[in-house]
């Protein structure tokens, strides 16, 4: 077991830009496995995997076959790795069944969500996020799935959490009642694809700029039928700096959240404070 420091007001976090194989379940959360494994070997304390990472986020035609409840396999397997390596882990997210899921409030009686589940280093689920935005820009998800009506946020060693995804960084108001509820790491699972590269980086940046948090945005690797994700998984800090990032290859990227420059930045330049609208 690693030995890792959450107590000291840092979080080393990892984010899994792993490949992404449309439909190919089994393929693709054995992947995931695998890099948690390898994140843990590291030092990391908080593994983040992609949107959609297990059927695809493009492979639409697929999500229905695919769909799981939350005590499905792949969680099983997720909370058992993060168990097994002692390491907080975000599970991207799935295409939710929400009529088979059970113990868990859900937005709808039936039908498909885009959702994320948040373990601690033990395996216990410490949250659950439905994506909230869902994108009708010539995309089927908003035909597809429910919308997620909850907010939460986890304490992962002792770093406040929350979790957004992709299309929810256009939504401003989101990521404000985030750090309303106290969030210092927002963390973005996302299927972000090229062209719009120069969105991707200047919502993300202005999220964490203008709420005064890390920001840490993941993204898939591969290709579909009419969509290539562009990667960049990019960590930003309450400036708005890059502190890591990568191409559009499979890789892990891999930075510190450091409490003490959230409470500098708010405090040298207290923005947050100086709020006439919420």
């Known amino acids: 077991m690693t030995d890792r420091s ?24 054995d992947r995931a496995c695998q890099v948690i494994e390898d994140a843990a ?5 908080l593994v983040a995997l992609p949107e959609v990472f297990t ?3 493009f492979a639409f035609d697929r999500y229905e076959r695919c769909a799981e409840p939350l005590d499905g396999e792949t969680m099983t397997r997720l909370s058992a790795a993060a168990a097994e ?12 069944d929400l009529a088979a899921t059970d ?30 935005h ?48 106290g969030a210092e790491l ?23 700029i203008e709420n005064q948090c890390y920001v840490a945005t993941i993204n898939g690797s591969g290709a579909f039928d009419d969509a290539t994700l562009l990667g960049r998984s990019t960590v930003y800090d309450p400036w708005g700096v890059v502190r890591a990032s990568s191409g559009d290859e499979p890789t892990l990227v891999t930075a510190e ?8 930045v708010r405090s040298e330049f207290p923005a947050l404070r100086d709020r006439r609208l919420s």
């Open 6 to 29: 959450g107590s000291d007001g840092t979080l080393s976090v990892g984010l899994a830009q792993i490949r992404i194989d449309a439909g190919e379940v089994d393929r693709n959360v």
């Open 41 to 45: 070997d590291r030092g990391v304390d």
């Open 55 to 57: 059927v695809g986020y």
């Open 85 to 96: 390596h002692d390491v907080a882990v975000l599970g991207g997210s799935i295409v939710e």
């Open 103 to 132: 113990g868990v409030e859900t937005p709808a009686d039936e039908g498909l969500a885009n959702t994320a589940v948040l373990f601690d280093a033990a395996g216990d689920r410490q949250l659950v996020y439905r994506k909230h």
């Open 134 to 181: 869902l994108f009708g820009y010539e995309s089927a998800e908003s035909d597809l799935l429910v919308p997620g009506e909850r907010i939460e946020t986890a304490t992962i060693e002792g770093v406040t959490v929350g979790v957004s995804t992709c299309y929810d960084l256009r939504f401003p108001a989101l990521y404000r009642r985030l750090v309303d509820d």
């Open 186 to 208: 927002v963390l973005v699972p996302s299927a972000w694809p090229y062209p719009r590269i120069e969105h991707w980086e200047t919502l993300s940046r202005a999220r964490a």
């Open 257 to 264: 959240i450091d409490l003490e420059t959230v409470e500098s």
